[in-house]
C-alpha cells in the first residue's frame, strides 16, 4: 500500500479500532464486512481527521464505504447541528445514485433515524423531487446535472447550501467530466462553503481527476492505493483478476462465445460487454436457440427497467447478461487523452442530462465471475472499468476479450498500460485463454453458423423493439404498482426469449461424437472443483446462491480453486491455439 503523499505504511485496523460511531459498527456488523478494505483503513482516518482526501483505488476496493463511513460518523457525531443539508454525494448516473443510496440506508439502518437521505435524479418529477426536498434531508446522493438544476430552480436554496454543507463527495470522479457535468460543477462550487470537506474518490487517475481536484479540493491528501502482491505491483486491475484473449475473425466470435458457455469454460454469472445494442440483441437471439437464457441492458432500456434487471442479476436470477456500456464517454475520453477541443460537448450534455446512459460504470454487479468482452471496448479506462465488475472486494475473477484484426492497436495499448503498471516493462497480462482448443471450436462450427444465419438484421430490429416494450410495460408497472409490493418484483422477468423461432430441442446439449476430448476434460475438472466445494455448477439460482452467500470462504475457495485449474491447463493452449 502506498500513499501519494509520502507516508509510511500502516497497520491493519479493523473497524472498531477506526474509532466510528457504534451505530456505524452494528450496520457494519449486520452487513457482515469482516474487516476495512486498504482504502478503508486509509482514508477513514484522514476524512475524520477533516483533511480533504483524493483517494484513488482499483475497481470494487470498496471506496464507497470509505467515504460514506466517516461522513455519517461525523454527522452522527453533531446530530444537535443537523439541520439543513450538510453532505452531498454526486455521482455519475442514475444507477450509481441508487447504489450509494442503497449503502448509504443500510449503514444507517442503527441510526434511530436521526440523519435522513435522499437520493435525487432527473428521472424523477419535479413534484417528487420537490416533496423528497421539502423533507430537509440531512444527505443528498445526486447526479451533478440534477443538483445544478435544483439550485437553478430554487429547489435547493443556494443561501441555505452555503451555509449548512459540510462534505461535499465526488465519487467516480474520473467519469464525472467525461459525463458531461463540468459546467455543472463549475457552478455548484460556486455555493460551496470554503470550510466544506470535499473528497473525491476514483478508480483511474486522468487529466478529468486533476481538474476536479483544482475545481473543487483545497490543499487535498492524495491516497494512491495499490497492492504488493509477490513480485508484481498491480495497481489499477485487482490483482486477483485474470487476463485472457481468444483470438479470433470477427464473423466467428459468436462461435467462440458459444464454445466458451456450451462447454462451461466460462464460469458463470457472466458478463458480457458489446458496444453497440443491435449485437446484444444478436447474442442474445443466438444463445436462445441454444436453450440458453441471458438479459440484455443498455441505457435504450426505461430507467426502472434498468435497475430491476440489474437487481435480478445480484440476485442471481439468471447467468448471463450482454451489457451495451456507453461508447459516447469513451469517445470523449479518447477526445480528451488526445488533447483535442470537445466542441460538441454540450450537445452531447444534453443528451447525456435525458439519457445518463452510463448503465455500468461503477456499478457493484454481485457474484460476478467472468467478464467477456465480446468487443473491445474503445479505450483503456473503458476496459478497466468493464473488467473491474469482476474480482470485487478481493473475490477472484477472469476477463476474457475477444481479439480480432483491426484491435491491435488497443491491445497494445493496454499491454503498454498493464505491464508498465506492473513495473514489469514487457511482461503480458492479458494471456490467451487456456482452455478453448480449435477442436472444440470446430465441432460446434455447422450449428453456430447454422443458427447465426437465422439471426438476421430484421430479426434483431423486431426482438429490441419487443424488449423495448415489454420492458417499458414492466416500468410503468414497476413504478405504479409495484413499489408498495417489492416481493412482487420477482414476477417480472428480463429474460424472456424474445426469438419468434422455438428454440429446437437438438441444440440444447453437444451429442457425443462432436465433443472436444481435451475441452470436455477441462470442463469436467472445472465441474469437479465445483463440486469439491459443493457449488453445483449448473444455473445459479437464486435459492443456491443464498446457500453460497452464507459461506463466503466457499465462494473464495472455489473461486481460486478455478483459478488454479484455469492456470493448470494453460499448456493446452500452447498445443491448441484457436
Ligand atoms: N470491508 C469490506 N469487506 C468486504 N466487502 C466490502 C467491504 N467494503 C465494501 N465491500 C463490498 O465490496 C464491493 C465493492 O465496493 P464498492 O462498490 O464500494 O467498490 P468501488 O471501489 O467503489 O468500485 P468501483 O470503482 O468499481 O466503483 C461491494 O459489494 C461492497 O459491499
Not at 11 to 33: M, N, Q, S, T, Y
Not at 261 to 267: A, C, D, P, S
Not at 498 to 526: F, I, N, T, W
Request: charged share 25%.
Amino acid at each position: 500500500m502506498s500513499h501519494g503523499d509520502g507516508e509510511d505504511e500502516e497497520e491493519a485496523l479493523g473497524f472498531e479500532e477506526l474509532g466510528l460511531d457504534p451505530r456505524l459498527l452494528r450496520a457494519i456488523a449486520k452487513r457482515g464486512l469482516p474487516k476495512p478494505t486498504l482504502i478503508q483503513q486509509t482514508a477513514i482516518p484522514r476524512i475524520l481527521e477533516g483533511k480533504d482526501v483524493v483517494g484513488r483505488a482499483k475497481t470494487g476496493s470498496g471506496k464507497t464505504f470509505a467515504y460514506l463511513l466517516p461522513m455519517i460518523h461525523k454527522l452522527l457525531a453533531h446530530t444537535e447541528n443537523a439541520t439543513g443539508l450538510k453532505a452531498l454525494v454526486l455521482v455519475p448516473t442514475r444507477e450509481l445514485c441508487q447504489q450509494v443510496f442503497d449503502e448509504l440506508e443500510s449503514l444507517l439502518n442503527f441510526s434511530g433515524g436521526v440523519l435522513t437521505a435522499v437520493q435525487l435524479t432527473t428521472s424523477m418529477s419535479s413534484a417528487v423531487v420537490k416533496g423528497a426536498v421539502t423533507r430537509r434531508p440531512n444527505i443528498v446522493v445526486s447526479t451533478p446535472g440534477c443538483v445544478a438544476s435544483c439550485i437553478a430552480d430554487g429547489t435547493i436554496s443556494a443561501p441555505s447550501l452555503k451555509e449548512s454543507l459540510a462534505t461535499l463527495v465526488l465519487d467516480e470522479a474520473d467519469l464525472l467530466l467525461s459525463y458531461g457535468y463540468e459546467e455543472d460543477l463549475q457552478k455548484l462550487v460556486l455555493h460551496v462553503p470554503p470550510r466544506c470537506q470535499c473528497i473525491l474518490m476514483s478508480a483511474t487517475t486522468s487529466a478529468d481527476v486533476d481538474k476536479l481536484k483544482k475545481l473543487v479540493l483545497h490543499d487535498p491528501v492524495t491516497l494512491t492505493l495499490t497492492e504488493v502482491d509477490g513480485s508484481t505491483k498491480d495497481d489499477v486491475v485487482p490483482s486477483t483478476v485474470q487476463q485472457f484473449m481468444v483470438r479470433c475473425e470477427a464473423e466467428d466470435k459468436l462461435l467462440h462465445l458459444l464454445t466458451l458457455v456450451r462447454f462451461e469454460l466460462i464460469q458463470k454469472k457472466a458478463l458480457i460487454f458489446v458496444n453497440a445494442i443491435d449485437t446484444s440483441f444478436k447474442i442474445k437471439l443466438f444463445l436462445e436457440q441454444f436453450g440458453i437464457k441471458s438479459a440484455v441492458l443498455n441505457a435504450e432500456l426505461p430507467q426502472n427497467s434498468r435497475l430491476h434487471i440489474l437487481k435480478e442479476f445480484n440476485l442471481g436470477l439468471f447467468d448471463y447478461m450482454i451489457a451495451t456500456d456507453d461508447g459516447k464517454s469513451d469517445k470523449l475520453e479518447t477526445e480528451d487523452q488526445a488533447g483535442g477541443k470537445l466542441k460538441n460537448r454540450k450537445k452531447l450534455k444534453k443528451r447525456i442530462m435525458d439519457a445518463e446512459f452510463g448503465v455500468v460504470r461503477g456499478v457493484d454487479f454481485k457474484n460476478v465471475y467472468t467478464v467477456v468482452n465480446f468487443d473491445l471496448p474503445r479505450t483503456v479506462t473503458g476496459y478497466i472499468h468493464r473488467i473491474g465488475r469482476t474480482g470485487r472486494a478481493g473475490n477472484a475473477g477472469v476477463a476474457v476479450s475477444f481479439v480480432c484484426e483491426g484491435d491491435e492497436g488497443l491491445l497494445s495499448s493496454l499491454e503498454d498500460v498493464l505491464s508498465g503498471d506492473s513495473g514489469n516493462a514487457g511482461e503480458k497480462r492479458i494471456l490467451p485463454f487456456p482452455t478453448i482448443t480449435s477442436g472444440a471450436v470446430e465441432s460446434l462450427r455447422y450449428r453456430a453458423e447454422d443458427v447465426a444465419r437465422g439471426v438476421t438484421k430484421i430479426s434483431i430490429r423486431e426482438a429490441r423493439a419487443k424488449e423495448l416494450k415489454m420492458e417499458i410495460l414492466n416500468s410503468e408497472r414497476l413504478k405504479a404498482h409495484f413499489e408498495d409490493n417489492p416481493a412482487d418484483l420477482k414476477l417480472l422477468k428480463h429474460d424472456k426469449p424474445l426469438s419468434k423461432r422455438q428454440p429446437p430441442q437438438h441444440l440444447r446439449s453437444v451429442p457425443e461424437y462432436l465433443r472436444d476430448a481435451e475441452v470436455m476434460a477441462a470442463g469436467k475438472a472445472m465441474k469437479a472443483a465445483n463440486a469439491a466445494i459443493g457449488r453445483p455448477s449448473v444455473s445459479y439460482t437464486k435459492k443456491r446462491k443464498q446457500n453460497w452467500e452464507q459461506d463466503p470462504l466457499k465462494s473464495i475457495g472455489v473461486r481460486l480453486l478455478v483459478g488454479v485449474i484455469l492456470v493448470a491447463f494453460s499448456p493446452l493452449a500452447c498445443c491448441h491455439s484457436v
